[in-house]
């Protein structure tokens, strides 16, 4: 544990460790500094859909170097920013028919969150914005707000205020329908609800405890949201990028956020993060919210081999068919431990398995590790074991994860 202490960071920022130093990586496979290999069934958070070291994003990247590309242009036009652009327009928003502007951000997640949140401020006019319980958006001050868990969050930060939130999917028991829960806030002065600017949320909650919001509540809070005139902003950070089968996760069901955030795997790996915005909502003055490393060109030249993938419907395929040995697996694991009472939650390629006694969801990722595999655990009391591997990963590597999952369950009943 020292190890790690002292390596991640220089301040402790992480609270989960894995006790080893990593020097290489490729695919779905990570490797120490003793040449022990680790299955990674995280990738990075939803940052390597494409997986490690993918030599086609990779070799593109090195080529773009040696050819003298530029890496830095702060906001300048660049053949590589409009190779993105363009890229993302053919193959990603018009085959969706979907009409955004795209608005580059700071390089990480948090900054696409702020950009939404101050814009929906400024285009409504209205502060207050609404968020669910378990929902993550980052740690900095305005996305910490709209984050669900108060593990997070401290008073003097300041950053309570101007939300209000609503119980998600699921979060009242199955026979509560929290929309209705939302509406007669909305409509009753009583209940203290500002109307808000903008609704935000995942509509698979990642960090939350992979909490998946039904077809039906997604679309009802649509409806909600244009009866009211809220924007509607889907964060898809952690579960865009084709993790849930289409490229966007709001697809499977067939809802159009005013706004979405993307982040991660957009960039194939590089920091990269940006902001999908309805044209209308296009309301800055210049200048009025902008940075320094907004639009990263080596980042362009990744994420514009990444959408390639997407140019046809194997990836999708890919997605479907390794999803489908995902849930198999976990189901058999889970059915093997009734003990440790589980309770089995995804969709597409982000699955996860709830072990709620405490510390138990925890020692099972120690005891994986331990015998060569990478999990996180997620949930307000870190009680989910939470799979994401790459979305290319081989069958092969997938079976060999969960052999190991399975084991180090045994290991903890033992
Ligand atoms: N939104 C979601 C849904 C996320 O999962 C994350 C990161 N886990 C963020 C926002 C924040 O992104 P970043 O850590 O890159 O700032």
């Known amino acids: 544990m020292r190890i790690f202490e002292e390596m991640e960071s220089e301040v402790r920022g992480y609270v ?26 995280f990738a990075g958070a939803g940052t ?33 920013k409009r190779a993105f652009l ?19 951000t700071g390089p990480t997640g948090t900054n696409a969150v702020e950009t939404a949140l101050k814009l929906a ?16 958006h980052g740690l900095t001050l305005g996305a910490l707000a709209v984050t669900g868990n ?26 509560v329908d929290s929309i209705d829960y939302m509406r007669r806030f909305l409509e009753d002065g009583s209940s203290g609800v500002d109307l808000p600017a903008a609704v935000i949320l995942e509509t698979v909650q990642g960090e939350g405890g992979i909490n998946v919001a039904s077809v039906e509540w997604l679309q009802k809070l649509e409806a909600l949201c244009r009866e009211f005139d809220i924007l509607l902003i889907v964060d898809d950070i952690q579960v865009g990028n084709g993790r849930t089968g289409g490229f966007f996760s709001f697809e499977r069901a067939g809802i159009y956020p005013d706004m979405v955030t993307l982040s ?54 890919a997605v479907r068919r390794n999803g489908e040995l995902m849930q198999s697996e976990l189901q058999k694991i889970a059915d093997k431990y009734p003990q440790l009472e589980p309770d089995l939650r ?59 999952v399975d084991q180090a369950l045994g290991a903890l009943l033992e």
């Open 16 to 41: 989960r460790s894995f006790p080893t130093i990593f020097d290489k990586a490729r695919g779905s496979e990570m490797f120490d500094e003793q040449g022990d290999r680790y299955i990674d069934f």
């Open 48 to 80: 390597l859909n494409y997986g490690h070291n993918n030599p086609l994003l990779t070799d593109a990247v090195i080529e773009y170097l040696q050819e003298g590309g530029i890496v830095h242009g702060l906001d300048k036009a660049t053949v590589a």
């Open 86 to 104: 363009t890229k993302l327009r053919d193959t990603i928003l018009a085959p969706r028919n979907l009409q955004y502007k795209v608005q580059f």
């Open 121 to 136: 401020r400024m285009v409504k006019k209205r502060s207050n914005i609404i968020a669910f319980t378990n929902g993550y």
């Open 150 to 175: 108060y593990d997070y969050k401290d008073e003097t930060y300041g950053s309570r205020s101007n939300t209000a939130f609503m119980p998600y999917d699921g979060f009242l028991g199955k026979d």
């Open 264 to 317: 991660k795997s957009i960039g194939g790996g590089m920091p990269m993060a940006l902001l999908l915005m309805r044209p209308d909502l296009d309301q800055w003055q210049p200048g009025e919210h902008t940075g320094t490393f907004r639009g990263n060109n080596l980042a362009f030249v990744a994420a514009t081999q990444a959408l390639g993938y997407w140019d046809n419907e194997d990836l999708a395929h």
């Open 346 to 404: 995804g969709v597409g390629m982000v699955w996860g398995l709830e072990l709620p006694q405490p510390g138990v969801a925890g020692e099972a990722a120690r005891e994986a590790f331990e015998r060569g595999l990478l999990i996180e655990t997620a949930g307000d009391r870190d009680q989910v074991l939470k799979f994401l591997p790459s979305l290319l990963i081989e069958e092969e590597l997938l079976r060999e994860g969960f052999d190991i």
